[in-house]
């Protein structure tokens, strides 16, 4: 499936310069979001994966659908202040801005293989903060899933010891 058709590309959005890839037209299309999940589930499969992790808020979108078909739990990394219980925390940069992630201390058990998964890696700073979080709790990272992957920030050389795969490069 040629899956760039259903990407939106908007100049200067959120800020003058930034060329932002909108993956809702793909997620708003039932056969090709499925498509776009089963590739990412395939990918997983090919792995032991005990959890699926997603980062607040697109991981979400991405990371459910695929724990789901994998029959396997999904854990929220949540920004700031929405975790009830005991939680790990991390400050992270972004693209454009910073952040900071939370992941409740006991949703990842010690050994636990964990799949990260969110919608689009740009520079890293997301994914380096998930799995700084899920290896701060004893899990052990397996592999990291987007459905886009933004070349141009090389995030892949941030975290070399983690199999990365993207659906789509820009
Ligand atoms: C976006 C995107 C990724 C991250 C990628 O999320 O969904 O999680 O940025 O950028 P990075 O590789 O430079 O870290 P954002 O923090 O904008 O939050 P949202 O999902 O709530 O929109
Ligand atoms: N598109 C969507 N989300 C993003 C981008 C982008 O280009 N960069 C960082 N998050």
């Known amino acids: 499936m040629d899956f760039k058709q259903y990407v939106a590309d908007v100049p200067d959005f959120p800020e003058e310069g930034i060329l932002f890839r909108d993956i809702t037209p793909l997620m708003s299309n039932g056969p090709a979001f499925h498509a776009a999940i089963d590739e990412i589930v395939a990918f997983a499969r090919e792995k032991e994966v005990d959890v699926v ?3 607040e808020a697109r991981g979400f ?3 459910c659908p695929v724990a789901y078909e994998l029959d396997k739990g999904f854990v929220p990394a949540r920004k700031k202040g929405k975790l ?3 939680i790990e925390s991390i400050d992270y940069g972004l693209e454009y801005g ?3 992630l939370q992941i409740h ?3 990842i058990k010690p050994g636990d293989k964990v799949l990260i998964v969110d919608d689009l890696l740009a520079t890293g700073g997301t994914i380096e903060a998930c799995v700084s979080l899920v ?3 004893g899990g052990d ?3 990291a899933a987007f459905i886009i992957e933004l070349d141009e920030f090389a995030a892949r050389d941030k975290i070399a ?3 990365i795969f993207s659906l789509m490069h820009y």
């Open 53 to 55: 992790v997603g980062p």
């Open 161 to 163: 010891d983690t199999e």
């Open 141 to 143: 990272v397996v592999g």
């Open 61 to 63: 979108i991405v990371g």
């Open 105 to 107: 201390k006991d949703a």
């Open 84 to 86: 009830p219980r005991e």
């Open 135 to 137: 290896k701060q709790l």
């Open 98 to 100: 910073h952040s900071t």
